[in-house]
């Protein structure tokens, strides 16, 4: 588990040397069809898989919009990003550490209820979110019909309605993305409330981690991962906030090369 | 630790208690998420008419009681037939046409006057090894990926591992085992970096010690030979069809011999109980066959292939040095085989037997090929033109049905090759589990092969 | 309604429930929370495999598959 962990962040450091103007983090559950957004906007030779937990290993890809090089790093296939499993751990720890200077969320349409607890999970890490109703082409099929302008409307974050196997809306999905990234479209997501009990518990937690978190990570939600008990999370931070990270850079360098040979 | 660090540390505590004062946070969390997922899927989709769910119907049929069993073993039958027969004319093609390049740079080292023995590592070890490689598995690979990658694409192996989880309960395993002996049937070090999508590290390591007990394409080959010369040793006929039968026999004893280890090994090795098990059955879905074609091919096909010849290009050079340098009359590979033959026999096989699979560790294509080259006593690999051809010159070397039989589960059970042990290193990361993951297998396969041979000689069989 | 509690493994393929309870603790707790099986939600019996166990279950709209280990420890409430 740990070793795939120090891998994400190696990953990243490599990502920062390459030649990109942007990095995205490409988020989902499994079965959605999330490879085939990556393999379609990346135009990299990279294998699809049907089952979950399919793409364990990070993949990364490139691809030119308006002269800009943009890198997509397609993250493990998960349910949540409440850290159950070294996939969910290592999505949840690129979107947050990582510095991602966007998040799409790959979502089923044909099963948008479940889905939209991983997007609702993801913007509460970060406002910079995009979500890609996929596999439209299927919900279509099935009779199900997606109000997509209110579904913008409520999750205050872009929607762009894809059929990724058949390449449709995937231009929208680029633009949309440029808006976000280089226009600096303003987006100010859904905020999640929970109970009354927990919020109080989080306002004061929040008030405290503040300080050490120095702007550079959501304190509301480290509050709410704390006050959840999530330990995993602990030395992350620590390493982040102090700008030291994991030691072993071979093991990352290792990570990297078997992302290679699957590409 | 410095000072800014143990504040940290304090509030995290801070947090833990008030965690635990609030009650199951987790509980909360997760349920305010799905109160608010609900309510927006509410408000956003809309269901037209009742459609008819296609996939409702096509579960009834492929996990109903009567039918998934057998539609599992049809398409298992159908996969390596369609594999079997297909691959046959093109590997000669390319057979012919590489063994023929080889011609040509022997041409070239004699008009370079290049010494025998370089021309010998070099063309006759190293090139030829490399093309039998490259011949014998290129057109069934070419073949099985893209039918493979069809089915996990359409979403069927996931039914498979539901069909099958019971077995695998019963043996202490997790179902998605079923998926990594899937990719096992493509290559076995495939299909131990597979058993990453099992989460719990005592089910994933069971996976991972007995993925070698599904054939690989590398032993199909080698299956299907011997399978058609005990059919023509025994029946004095052996016809496409019973000689899929036979392999597909084989591959279900294969799939037995998982269970019954894994079963010992959660009892003493990796004692403990299954972990969770939840396992999605997704939505079927079209392939798109371009891509799949190129996606498999590429990715899987050409992936395996060139870690294949790889390794098998240095076995070249190493086996041809054995079949060359003499120690008296008789080469090293004659000395060794010499030498292992009263243990080959207690197993129902030869000593040149047991030394071509010690010599295929690299890959098993090329354990065959070394044993024809031991047979005749030549310096250099040759392919048999024929089944025919193979079978006369086996039996001229002492074979029976027997040792046909024994040499099919030898091959199905015995130690993995140096890629996929190499790969077993590299995803547990220890020593002691890749010892054990080739001392187990082989434990496994003279233990059958000594049992099937005592109780065939003691019967009066052979 | 005319029903009581039951545990999801006694529930009759093809019926629907609601969750009641999830009685078991930690990372198995955990995974299928994440599966959207959270107390209220609705749950419907699919199918069962050809040896019985595992049972497919319906669940915000995704089938995922338990064994009787799991489906035991979980109440829930039969709808008509």
Redesign the interface.
């Known amino acids: 588990m740990n070793c795939q962990h120090v891998g994400t962040l190696k990953v990243l450091s490599k990502l920062n040397q390459d030649k990109s103007d942007a990095v995205i983090a490409l988020a989902g559950n499994p079965n959605t069809g999330k490879s085939t957004v990556f393999n379609g906007l990346t135009g990299l030779k990279q294998h699809t898989g049907n089952w979950p937990g399919k793409t364990v290993v990070l993949a990364k890809g490139n691809y030119r919009y308006r002269n800009k090089i943009i890198t997509l790093v397609d993250l493990p296939g998960t349910y949540s990003l409440l850290a159950n499993s070294a996939d969910e751990q290592v999505a949840r720890d690129f979107i947050c550490f990582g510095n991602p200077e966007a998040t799409i969320v790959v979502v089923d349409a044909t099963c948008l209820e479940r889905n939209l607890n991983l997007v609702l999970q993801v913007i509460e890490i970060t406002p910079r979110a995009i979500l890609c109703v996929n596999l439209i082409d299927e919900a279509k099929r099935k009779g199900i019909v997606i109000d997509f302008p209110k579904l913008e409307a409520l999750l205050g974050i872009p929607v762009v309605p894809t059929a990724a196997r058949d390449k449709v809306g995937l231009a929208a999905l680029k633009e949309s993305l440029h808006q976000v990234v280089f226009e600096h479209k303003q987006l100010q997501p859904l905020s999640i409330r929970y109970q009354e009990r927990i919020e109080v518990a989080v306002a004061t937690i929040q008030r405290e981690i503040e300080p050490f978190l120095r702007g550079k990570i959501n304190s509301r939600w480290v509050a709410l991962r704390l006050l959840d008990g999530d330990t995993t999370l602990i030395t992350e931070i620590l390493n982040y906030i102090s700008g030291t990270g994991p030691d072993s850079w071979e093991q990352g360098s290792n990570e990297l090369k078997a992302v290679k040979c699957y590409e | 630790m410095s000072n800014e660090e143990n504040c940290f540390q304090g509030i995290v505590a801070q947090a833990q208690t008030a965690g635990a004062e609030v009650g199951p946070v987790r509980d909360q969390l997760v349920l305010d998420l799905y109160r608010q997922t609900q309510e927006i899927a509410r408000q956003v989709v809309k269901r037209q008419g009742k459609k008819e769910d296609f996939d409702h119907k096509i579960d009834d049929f492929v996990t109903s009681k009567y039918f998934g069993y057998p539609l599992m073993l049809t398409l298992l039958s159908l996969i390596l037939w369609l594999t079997v027969s297909g691959a046959n004319y093109p590997s000669q093609l390319l057979s012919n046409l590489l063994f023929g390049f080889g011609s040509h740079l022997t041409a070239l080292c004699q008009w370079l006057k290049a010494p025998d023995w370089l021309h010998g590592i070099l063309v006759l070890g190293l090139y030829r090894c490399m093309a039998w490689v490259i011949s014998v598995m290129l057109p069934p690979m070419a073949i099985f990926f893209p039918l493979f990658t069809f089915l996990e694409e359409l979403g069927y192996l996931p039914r498979v591992a539901f069909n099958l989880d019971r077995g695998f309960k019963r043996a202490g395993a997790h179902g998605k085992q079923v998926l990594t002996m899937c990719m096992g049937f493509g290559c076995n070090a495939a299909g131990v970096t597979a058993c990453r999508i099992i989460e719990s590290p005592r089910e994933r390591l069971i996976a991972t010690l007995t993925n070698n007990f599904v054939p690989c394409n590398g032993r199909f080959p080698t299956l299907i030979a011997m399978a058609a010369i005990f059919l023509s040793a025994l029946v004095g006929t052996a016809n496409n069809l019973l000689t899929t039968g036979l392999v597909v026999g084989v591959v279900v004893f294969g799939i037995l011999v998982t269970l019954l280890i894994s079963r010992l090994l959660s009892q003493t090795l990796l004692k403990g109980v299954p972990s969770t098990f939840t396992l999605e059955l997704p939505p079927y879905r079209w392939p798109k066959m371009g891509t799949l074609l190129i996606r498999s091919v590429l990715d899987r096909t050409l992936f395996v292939l060139v870690r294949a010849v790889v390794v098998a290009a240095p076995a070249g050079m190493i086996i041809w040095i054995l079949a060359n340098v003499y120690i008296g009359e008789v080469s090293i590979i004659g000395h060794l085989g010499g030498f292992l033959q009263g243990f080959g026999y207690l197993l129902g096989l030869d000593g040149y037997i047991i030394l071509a699979f010690l010599l295929g560790l690299p890959a098993n294509e090329i354990v065959i090929p070394i044993l024809i080259m031991s047979y005749l006593s030549e310096g250099v690999m040759v392919e048999p033109s024929s089944i025919e051809d193979l079978h006369r010159l086996l039996v001229a070397n002492g074979w029976t049905w027997l040792t046909a039989l024994n040499m099919m589960l030898f091959s199905l059970l015995h130690f993995p090759c140096a890629t996929t042990l190499l790969t077993i290193r590299k995803e547990t990361q220890s020593l002691k589990w890749t010892v054990l993951a080739a001392l187990i297998p082989t434990g496994v396969a003279i233990l059958v092969c000594f049992l099937v041979a005592q109780l065939a000689r003691a019967c009066g069989l052979v | 309604m005319g029903y009581a509690e039951i545990t999801l493994t006694a529930l009759p393929i093809g019926q629907q429930a609601r969750v009641v309870n999830v009685g078991m603790q930690g ?10 099986l ?4 609705l749950v419907k019996a ?2 069962k ?6 049972v ?1 279950y319906k ?9 009787s ?2 489906s035991r420890l979980i109440t829930v409430w039969p709808l008509d």
């Open positions: 990372l198995t707790r955990n995974r299928l929370l994440d599966l959207g959270v107390p209220s939600s699919v199918r495999s050809p040896g019985g166990d595992p497919a669940v915000r709209g995704a089938i995922i598959a338990l064994r280990e799991e």
